[in-house]
């Protein structure tokens, strides 16, 4: 309803991950860079954990769309809930494999040599696994065993974890200590800052194509912070609604009030 008052050319707190709108604050941007340096210098396994909402997947795509498609081939697995043997299937389909073996021993037979093959060829291989929290042991220990394949001179797949903050609870068991032994770069993302978010906000609002309105009082980007606690996801939720708010009194200017009202009207469908 706001988006043609205010001149929006979209949506500026859409809540999907779009890497466009991908707002690079200080630990978005340590985090992309974490991730650089792991891929690019083999060291075979990466995590990346962050709360619920704070844009983990988002900064994913931003980072699979930075990767060179000349040098790298990619396999993003979003759905952890799978077996071993869903598993290896998922990463051959996603490497473009369509002939698939049938028992768990010649698809990891496969995925060695369709490894090797790129290898020679001078690709690079990374398998992202995203929600990796919800890997049972059985997975986790299939994963691990990946990673031991190997050439004399380097890892044939680069593995990244991404997960909430209860996958370090879960690397963290004994059963998996071969796995964390083998974690070589690690890094957690931090919710955005009271000045991150101020930032936040104006990124967004400039790229959906704002003018300059609607402007954000001071007390209505204090009671945001508060309110989101600097996780992006509850913030666009609650800057969508604010905007709704100002839009509906005809106002230029996004207030406490407004954000008052959008933190009530989030809340009542929460506990909905």
């Not at 929290?133 to 986790?140: D, I």
């Not at 101020?198 to 001071?218: E, W």
């Not at 666009?236 to 200017?253: Q, T």
Request: charged share 25%.
């Amino acid at each position: 309803m706001y988006q043609s008052f205010y001149g929006f050319s979209e949506m500026p707190f859409n809540i999907t991950p779009d890497p466009r709108f991908l707002y690079l604050s200080p630990t978005h941007q340590e985090a992309l860079q974490h991730l650089k340096y792991g891929v690019s210098e083999r060291k075979g396994f990466i995590v990346l954990v962050g709360e619920v909402g704070c844009g983990k997947t988002t900064l994913c795509r931003r980072f699979l769309n930075e990767l060179d498609p000349a040098r790298f081939d990619t396999a993003l697995i979003l759905n952890p809930r799978i077996t071993e043997t869903q598993m290896l299937k998922a990463i051959l389909t996603e490497l473009g494999e369509t002939q698939l073996g049938r028992s768990q021993n010649d698809l990891v037979a496969q995925v060695n040599r369709v490894l090797m093959e790129r290898i020679e060829r001078g690709r690079d291989i990374v398998l992202i696994i995203d929600e990796a929290q919800n890997l049972t042991f059985e997975v986790l220990e299939q994963v691990r065993l990946l990673s031991n394949l190997e050439t004399d001179k380097q890892k044939l797949l680069q593995i990244v974890l991404m997960g909430q903050p209860e996958l370090k609870q879960v690397l963290a068991k004994p059963e998996l200590r071969q796995l964390r032994q083998r974690i070589l770069v690690h890094y957690e993302l931090r919710q955005l800052t009271p000045t991150d978010l101020g930032a936040y906000i104006q990124h967004r609002l400039t790229l959906a194509g704002g003018n300059g309105r609607p402007s954000f009082s001071p007390w209505a980007l204090r009671a945001l912070h508060r309110e989101s606690a600097g996780i992006p996801r509850i913030l666009n939720n609650l800057c969508d609604k604010a905007l709704l708010s100002a839009f509906i009194r005809d106002s230029d200017e996004v207030t406490y009030w407004d954000v008052r009202r959008a933190a009530k009207e989030t809340r009542l469908l929460t506990a909905a």
